[in-house]
């Protein structure tokens, strides 16, 4: 897969993603802040949603559109949506800007006419939120266009994750990432279940990364080590500003933070590999070899007490020990002297 300059896949680093949302909290200017907040945090992407409030719902009050049970409990959805819309009059602003920044922009839509709009401004990716994982015209919609699409799969049963990749191949769209993702708000780490990150990409062949929601770094650096090529984070400037999503959303310092911590794991997981490091062969010397420990004449018989296995490890590897004992040294030997098998008659 390949985002712009950005390739994702098996042998690539992890492509990060500061995810803006709500996070603007109905200003421009802060969203242009964000966006270079997110690239001195060590962001690779900034990510937008792209939809208006009767774009994703309908203004009803009756109790199937009411919010229960969440941190947006007391709204109804399309009261949700409307206080945490991107107005696409920013967009193009945003797009710009990210690009000025040396960061990937691309978006969330959300239906067709999102779909279009995005189009126009040349997106280079798609999103698929977990939520629209069902939406299979907007799936097939979105793959149809050619680009990378990356879907969360936060409310995603088997059958369901099956469908939305049929679509996208359907549509002959293989540039498929799936992220896993807990939809709750804030989630908690004990749902996480970050061995899944290597299932979705084993089971499916696909790209998978991870669609984050829990508060900290903790679920970033595991789904890393379990080989996530995509970590998705909500961003904010300042959680103090609010918003919807604030709760659950890391300030700069503490994406930096995950940044590196997510940059040390990769790095830390290497790759298989038993030939040694040039550090690794000089801390060798201090492996154990066998060595004269006591002054030894012509003809004496080697023992326990006379040549034994100690550190450093310049002398006769220890694998010959006991093929030595009982052996008879054809010359004269100091205390410290290295052992060779030429010291034996």
Request: proline fraction near 3%; glycine fraction near 6%.
């Amino acid at each position: 897969m390949k985002i712009k300059n950005y390739l994702i896949g098996s042998n690539s680093s992890v492509f990060i993603i500061a995810e803006l949302s709500a996070n603007h909290n109905g200003s421009i200017e802060v969203a242009l802040e964000t966006i270079k907040a997110a690239k001195r945090a060590g962001a690779d992407c900034i990510k937008l949603q792209t939809y208006r409030a009767d774009t994703i719902t309908i203004n009803s009050k009756k109790a199937d559109f009411l919010i229960n049970g969440t941190i947006w409990d007391g709204k109804n959805l399309y009261e949700l949506y409307e206080e945490a819309f991107t107005p696409w009059e920013w967009h193009e602003t945003l797009f710009k800007a990210a690009e000025a920044e040396g960061l990937v922009c691309f978006s969330s839509p959300f239906d067709s006419s999102s779909v279009d709009f995005l189009e126009k401004l040349n997106t280079p990716a798609y999103k698929i939120a977990s939520f629209e994982i069902t939406d299979i015209p907007l799936i097939e919609l979105v793959a149809s266009k050619g680009k990378p699409v990356i879907i969360s799969t936060g409310i995603a049963e088997e059958v369901d994750i099956e469908l939305a990749l049929d679509a996208c191949r359907r549509m002959g769209n293989n540039d498929i990432a799936l992220l896993k993702c807990t939809s709750s708000y804030p989630a908690p780490i004990d749902e996480a279940n970050m061995v899944m990150v290597k299932d979705l990409a084993e089971r499916y062949g696909v790209i998978s990364g991870l669609s984050d929601h829990t508060i900290g770094s903790t679920v970033p650096v595991v789904a890393t080590c379990f080989g996530a090529k995509i970590i998705e984070k909500h961003f904010i400037l300042d959680r103090s500003i609010g918003g919807p999503d604030a709760s659950f959303s890391m300030n700069e310092a503490e994406f930096t933070a995950m940044v590196k911590a997510v940059r040390e794991a990769e790095a830390a997981i290497g790759v298989v590999d038993y030939r040694l490091t040039d550090k690794q062969r000089k801390g060798k010397d201090f492996s154990r070899s066998l060595y004269v420990t006591h002054d030894m004449k012509t003809g004496e018989v080697i023992t326990a007490q006379n040549v034994r296995s100690v550190r450093p490890g310049y002398g006769l590897h220890p694998k010959y020990y006991n093929e030595i004992l009982g052996k008879k040294v054809n010359r004269d030997l100091e205390k410290g002297d290295r052992f060779s098998l030429d010291f034996i008659s």
